[in-house]
């Protein structure tokens, strides 16, 4: 079974630009959630979608969105970059979703804004 | 007090030894308990989850909960140079966020 594949691997965006990452979940996951991970803050949970609706979200800035497609693949966008954005973003997915199923991580992309 | 609390460490262990990780939590109603293995550069790989009061062993690995005292434990038996690496605890917190929360992680050295 293929795992969950994220594209790119590694961005390099200037402050002001937006970004659009992109997530294929694991067949028949149909939970697939978000995650920003730095070395100050750790992995802090972005948002979730579950059959194209967004079920939870985390404490981060508008600026942070997400949608589900039907066929569940996944994509975050991040406007108006600034430098903070720098950081490796996570795609998981998972069963159930909502913490009751473990979560499947992709390799991440790793955003660079200078 | 932190949501979900782990020693940084790094935790030094000789090849061949017990180490054991561990984590605490802010929320008694939590459900959920899971251990994530995470190497340099990489994305976190799950080790093991855990839902009920006691332990649940997998090979080398046991993961020990205690809900009355709100911490989650991992046991790692026989440890090998490969498992330095920094572990992380995931809670899904009885907070009503729905998803789950992580520490920032213990790194493990083995010591050949």
């Given at each position: 079974k293929a795992g969950v594949t994220q594209t790119p691997?590694?961005?390099?965006?200037?402050?002001?630009?937006?970004?659009?990452?992109?997530?294929?979940?694991?067949?028949?996951?149909?939970?697939v959630s978000w995650y920003q991970q730095t070395p100050g803050q750790g992995l802090q949970f972005l948002f979730e979608y579950f059959s194209e609706t967004q079920r939870n979200k985390g404490n981060f800035p508008g600026r942070f969105?997400?949608?589900q497609f039907s066929?569940?693949?996944?994509?975050?966008?991040?406007?108006?970059?600034?430098?903070?954005?720098?950081?490796?973003?996570?795609?998981?997915?998972?069963?159930f979703g909502e913490g009751n199923s473990p979560l499947h991580f992709g390799n991440g992309t790793r955003l660079t804004v200078t | 007090q932190k949501e979900v609390e782990q020693n940084s460490g790094p935790l030094s262990v000789p090849e061949g030894a017990i180490?054991?990780?561990?984590?605490?939590?802010?929320?008694?109603?939590?459900?959920s308990f899971f251990w994530y293995r995470q190497y340099s550069g990489k994305s976190?790989?799950?080790?093991?989850?855990?839902?009920?009061?006691?332990?649940?062993?997998?090979?080398r690995f046991t993961?020990?909960?205690?809900?009355?005292?709100?911490?989650?434990?991992?046991?790692?038996?026989?440890?090998?140079?490969?498992?330095?690496a920094t572990y992380l605890c995931a809670v899904n917190?009885?907070?009503?966020?729905?998803?789950?929360?992580?520490?920032?992680g213990t790194r493990l050295q083995v010591q050949p």
């Open positions: 691997r590694y961005l390099i965006k200037t402050r002001g630009q937006q970004v659009t990452l992109s997530c294929s979940p694991i067949s028949g996951h149909r939970s969105s997400g949608r066929n569940s693949r996944s994509e975050m966008n991040v406007s108006t970059l600034e430098l903070g954005d720098s950081a490796l973003y996570l795609c998981a997915s998972s069963s | 180490a054991s990780l561990n984590c605490t939590y802010s929320d008694r109603g939590s459900q976190p790989e799950l080790i093991m989850f855990i839902y009920s009061n006691g332990d649940k062993e997998d090979g993961a020990q909960l205690n809900k009355a005292s709100q911490y989650v434990s991992l046991l790692i038996r026989d440890s090998q140079p490969s498992d330095s917190l009885d907070t009503g966020r729905r998803a789950l929360t992580f520490g920032s």
